[in-house]
């Protein structure tokens, strides 16, 4: 690996520390800043205000925010996140617990969304200047339009109950033992060769995947295109044509290595939106994963636990993006030479 990789990875990876430490600062203030009292979730209806004082103090609460930041990321620096105030369980344990599904959610979507992206990309490049093109653009641009909520909820109309052939509720049938929380259940199903169970998984998977995918895909199909019909210009794309080569052999093997790669920068961007959009799909499906977590931490003002989903899912996203910029780093050759 030449220098100027490591450097480059190396810029990242102090960006991606720098980023948690700021939005952990961030998410901790405007928490604080919200008139919701944590207490009320803990206290009985006969507390007195010598208890809620009490209480106050022992968990904290009545030091500035400065002093308070400071003990939560001394102990968040050790692995404790501190405890749900409405769970009345370590944040940790409950994080552990969910982000397996929503992982495996969203990668699935992921990968849902880049089988649809990049032959969908290489149709509307063929299409260009074609009598098609029209329809097509018009296609893309509707599907630009629908939210993945609303995939969903179409999804659930169309596949779920119009033509029941998919199931839309929770994680795995009830007539399969899902082993306890926190597991990849499609790996763990897999691996133990519970062929019956892993179908159930990923039936489950399906319809929340495919929602999430036709909503991230459609901006995927366009850079793709655009990128296509920028790299068919190029001297390298003219020099195989002349070779004799056949188009198809110029697109699969000159053009779209090439063009892919912007496609994978703005992949890593999206993936940030993609990962964010579990939340409301989990909801829909009665998903258990962090996105469920997170609306029944803020419906009940779980501070703790709100501050703990929230720098995960910052973390995830973090993390993608740096893992597409050291892959983009590697396949670009004025990098890779460098």
């Known amino acids: 690996m030449s220098s100027g990789i490591v450097f480059l990875l190396g810029r990242k990876l102090g960006s991606v520390v720098l980023t948690s430490v700021v939005l952990s ?116 641009v509707l599907l630009l339009s629908i939210p993945s909520f609303l995939w969903g909820i179409i999804l659930i109309i169309v596949f779920g109950v119009l033509y029941p052939v998919l199931p839309f509720m929770g994680r795995l049938g009830s007539d399969f033992d899902a082993g306890g929380p926190g597991q990849f259940l499609l790996i763990t199903l897999l691996f133990s060769g519970q062929w019956s169970a892993w179908w159930d998984a990923l039936s489950h998977l399906l319809l929340p995947a495919l929602a999430l995918a036709l909503s991230f895909s459609p901006i995927i199909i366009r850079v793709l295109r655009s990128s296509l019909l920028d790299t068919a210009t190029e001297q390298y794309v003219m020099v195989a044509r002349l070779r004799g080569q056949s188009e198809w052999r110029v697109l699969m093997h000159h053009m779209l290595k090439n063009a892919a790669l912007p496609t994978l920068t703005l992949i890593g961007v999206q993936f940030g939106f993609l990962f964010g959009g579990t939340l409301l799909i989990e909801v829909i499906f009665s998903f258990p994963g962090m996105g469920n977590l997170m609306v029944q931490a803020i419906k009940n003002h779980d501070l703790p636990l709100i501050q703990g989903v929230a720098l995960v899912f910052c973390l995830m996203v973090l993390t993608v993006n740096f893992c597409i910029d050291g892959l983009y780093a590697v396949l670009n050759p004025r990098l890779r030479n460098a």
């Open 25 to 140: 600062i961030v998410v901790f203030i405007v928490l604080r800043m919200i008139p919701a009292d944590p207490l009320g979730m803990m206290l009985p209806p006969s507390a007195t205000q010598a208890d809620a004082d009490a209480l106050r103090a022992a968990l904290g609460l009545d030091k500035s925010i400065a002093q308070q930041y400071l003990v939560w990321l001394g102990q968040a620096l050790h692995g404790n996140l501190g405890e749900s105030i409405f769970f009345r369980a370590p944040v940790v344990q409950l994080l552990a617990d969910t982000l397996p599904a929503t992982l495996e959610l969203a990668f699935v979507s992921l990968f849902m969304a880049l089988a649809i992206s990049i032959p969908g990309g290489i149709i509307l490049y063929k299409l260009n200047g074609k009598k098609g093109e029209v329809l097509a653009d018009f296609g893309l």
